[in-house]
């Protein structure tokens, strides 16, 4: 099967049904179709075909929605990049996955030899095809690809999730007969494309439902398009909610049915803020790239304010001892999940499903336990994997490059709570000769970081320091987090 085929059902029922809004541009499911199909033969004619790997370098728009379509409807599939990060991160995914063509917003330096640009493409858009025979590994032609999308940015640990056509539809089948998207619904769209595709976009497509982007994504704007527009849900981060509880206007939000918070903790503060501001619950959802959306909390967002729900009829979860993997724990440990829409495999090195996932089950990462209710409560992170408003990554792909720097001989970052973004990036560096003038040095670090990083990996604290704190070999002792009320802590373990 192919996921383009979902749309073009919902066409066939909806014809004339609004599918995307995009400020005064309304565009039916015939429209968009139409669209798609275009783009397609375009696409074609400039040589993509079938197990092509196409990266979407494109900010949020329906443009971005119809040229991941039409790269399906050419039986190829999409890698997304996101517009933020650094040039020397988009150059690590487009040479580390062998990418066929890029799509692209705006100009991108590739080597001559590898990549020639033609002009001319859809909205003003960049097409950048690859030479005959300099994209030709990793085809893997017993899969059929849809998606394939990098779980962290710069470094040998970025792995690459590899989800097919039917994995994706296993995986929105399973999240709506919780979500219940039908044909009256309408979101409102404020999280980034290139992390949110599957069970957002490609569900609400495939359900008939309605998706309004917003021009931006201040409390302001975002109530007046959701009013003038009569949104029934809002699915975002914290960091856009703690932004409309504060709002000071007189606008309600009366056409909402669901507002749901994912990508990072919800902070109890702001759950109540935006409760007493709207007198609607926010609702927490546990969502993984590798699984899909195994829990939402629907029973009771109001009185459980850090819970994820219980699991979703589809999924099971089962906890296992972090410090022994053969131990199961009844009540808590480490978050195991089974269930429909699993990955696929991973890309690097290629990984398929039945070594990852050991009896189908999937390590997460994540501790936690259930209450009384069966609710799930996310109580940290087992792993070093750090989360900035949703945007995940590892610590050594900015050690590794602060190590560079010329006269750094070490360092070492590690998240801090932050009411908004859940957490952000401290740094510690150990320097390779004396320092005459430790702020010139640190003024000079973060230029550096500036120009390597993507903004939310650019350190807010750098401090230097004679030594760092280690472990007997000779490791690096790692901050182990844990959430408390909504709010992280770290210890040094």
């Keep these: ?28 499911y015939e429209e968009l179709v139409a669209e798609i199909q275009d783009l397609a033969r375009e696409l074609k004619s400039f040589g993509v075909k079938e197990k092509d790997k196409i990266g979407i370098l494109l900010p949020n728009s329906s443009f971005y929605i119809a040229v991941s379509y039409a790269i399906w409807a050419n039986n190829a599939s999409i890698v997304p990049i996101s517009v933020d990060l650094s040039e020397k991160e988009i150059h690590f995914i487009i040479q580390s996955i062998d990418l066929d063509a890029v799509i692209s917003y705006k100009p991108i330096l590739l080597k001559d030899e590898d990549f020639c640009k033609a002009d001319d493409f859809f909205h003003h858009s960049y097409f950048y095809y690859s030479y005959e025979g300099a994209a030709t590994r990793h085809k893997h032609d017993d899969v059929n690809m849809a998606f394939l999308r990098f779980t962290s940015g710069t470094t040998s640990a970025s792995k690459g999730v590899v989800l097919c056509h039917e994995t994706v539809l296993e995986r929105i089948t399973a999240a709506n007969k919780a979500l219940k998207i039908g044909v009256k619904d309408n979101i409102i769209w404020m999280l980034s494309m290139a992390h949110h595709f599957t069970v957002s ?42 932004m409309l509880s504060e709002d000071i206007s007189n ?3 009366p056409s909402v049915r669901l507002v749901i918070s994912t990508a990072m ?18 609702t927490q959802a546990y969502g993984i790239i590798e699984i899909g959306l195994p829990c939402i909390n629907f029973d009771d967002p109001i009185n459980k304010l850090d819970s994820v729900g219980k699991v979703l009829p589809d999924y099971k979860i089962k906890f296992v001892d972090p410090n022994n993997p053969d131990e199961l724990n009844s009540e808590s440990g480490e978050i195991y999940v089974k269930g429909p829409g699993t990955l696929d495999a991973y890309y690097i090195p290629w990984t398929p499903r039945r070594v990852i996932m050991k009896d189908g089950w999937f390590a997460t990462g994540d501790l936690g336990r ?42 070492y970052v590690y998240p801090v709570f932050h009411e908004s973004l859940g957490e952000v990036l401290n740094a510690k560096v150990v320097l390779n000769k004396k320092s005459f003038n430790d702020e010139i040095v640190i003024h000079d670090l973060y230029d550096y970081c500036k120009k390597n990083f993507v903004a939310y990996k650019v350190p807010r ?11 007997f070999s000779g490791k690096l002792k790692r901050h182990y987090r844990t959430y408390s009320e909504g709010n992280l802590t770290s210890d040094f373990v």
């Design 461 to 471: 604290k750098i401090e230097i320091v004679d030594k760092l704190p280690k472990t």
């Design 370 to 411: 259930f209450d009384e209710d069966g609710s799930l409560h996310i109580t940290g992170r087992k792993k070093d994997l750090i989360n900035i408003a949703g945007m995940k990554f590892f610590p050594d792909e900015v050690e590794s490059v602060l190590d560079k720097y010329e006269i750094v001989e070490e360092s």
């Design 265 to 282: 903790a919800l902070s109890q503060n702001v759950a109540k803020n935006f409760y007493k501001r709207f007198s609607i619950p926010l």
């Design 251 to 253: 606008q309600g939000l």
């Design 201 to 242: 976009i490609v569900l609400y497509l495939t359900n008939g439902a309605t998706i309004t982007l917003c021009k931006n994504h201040l409390a302001k704007a975002v109530l007046e398009t959701t009013n003038r527009e009569r949104g029934t849900i809002i699915y975002t981060t914290p960091f856009h909610l703690k």
């Design 1 to 28: 099967m192919n996921l383009y085929e979902l749309i073009l059902d919902s066409a066939e029922k909806h014809p004339e049904k609004m599918a995307v809004i995009e400020s005064e541009r309304r565009i039916s």
